[in-house]
T-cell receptor, first 111, second 115 residues
Framework: GAGVSQSPRYKVAKRGQDVALRCDPI?????LFWYQQALGQGPEFLTY????????KSGLPSDRFFAERPEGSVSTLKIQRTQQEDSAVYLC?????????FGPGTRLTVL | DQQVKQNSPSLSVQEGRISILNCDYT??????FLWYKKYPAEGPTFLIS?????DKNEDGRFTVFLNKSAKHLSLHIVPSQPGDSAVYFC??????????????FGTGTRLKVLA
């Protein structure tokens, strides 16, 4: 079956621009996670949804970051007024039990 | 403070030999551990996991060992193949309710298997 998909795969934004990153999880997966991976680092947790409920957003670095999953399926991570330090790969993962399945990520470059 | 550490950023192994990747953690609340493999421009791919009630889990060429008293786990790949060349991430989590929660990842070890 289809895995987790993310779009766009690459995004270049000028500093101050708003961006929206999309995640399509595996059908039927209740849990959805967003991670940020800086160059040379491991992925770092941003936020977690169970169905449409955002149960943990403790990893979001600032109030410029906002995530939603209104119908409990597709999720969008929005970054307002992007800064250079936001440049990273943003990974989405979905799970039904213990193992999380990751999408290919969106590489965001802020100039 | 890094809760999950992979102290070797890179490792080179001859094809056919054993690869051993190591991971240390500090938080005793972690009770589920995973290894992911990552190729360039792709997301991490699940490889193998282990619950804290076990000390070993094996899947084909891959074996994960867990030493809870030392807060240490390792991934053994035998025999190593050139296609195993990738970055390997160790991750730790805590099981809650119906499944695991957020993962805490190490910084990764780049494995190169030489033909």
């Amino acid at each position: 079956g289809a895995g987790v998909s993310q779009s766009p795969r690459y995004k270049v934004a000028k500093r101050g621009q708003d961006v929206a990153l999309r995640c399509d999880p595996i059908s039927g997966h209740v849990s959805l996670f967003w991670y940020q991976q800086a160059l040379g680092q491991g992925p770092e947790f941003l936020t977690y949804f169970q169905n449409e409920a955002q149960l943990d957003k403790s990893g979001l670095p600032s109030d410029r970051f906002f995530a939603e999953r209104p119908e409990g399926s597709v999720s969008t991570l929005k970054i307002q007024r992007t800064q250079q330090e936001d440049s990273a790969v943003y990974l989405c993962a979905s799970s039904i039990r213990n193992e999380q399945f990751f999408g290919p990520g969106t590489r965001l470059t802020v100039l | 403070d890094q809760q999950v550490k992979q102290n070797s950023p890179s490792l080179s192994v001859q094809e056919g030999r054993i690869s051993i990747l190591n991971c240390d953690y500090t938080n005793s609340m972690f009770d589920y551990f995973l290894w992911y493999k990552k190729y360039p421009a792709e997301g991490p791919t699940f490889l193998i996991s282990i619950s804290s009630i076990k000390d070993k889990n094996e899947d084909g060429r891959f074996t994960v060992f867990l030493n809870k008293s030392a807060k240490h786990l390792s991934l053994h790949i035998v025999p190593s193949q050139p296609g195993d060349s990738a970055v390997y991430f160790c991750a730790a989590s805590a099981v809650r309710g119906a499944g695991t929660y957020k993962y805490i990842f190490g910084t990764g070890t780049r494995l190169k298997v030489l033909a």
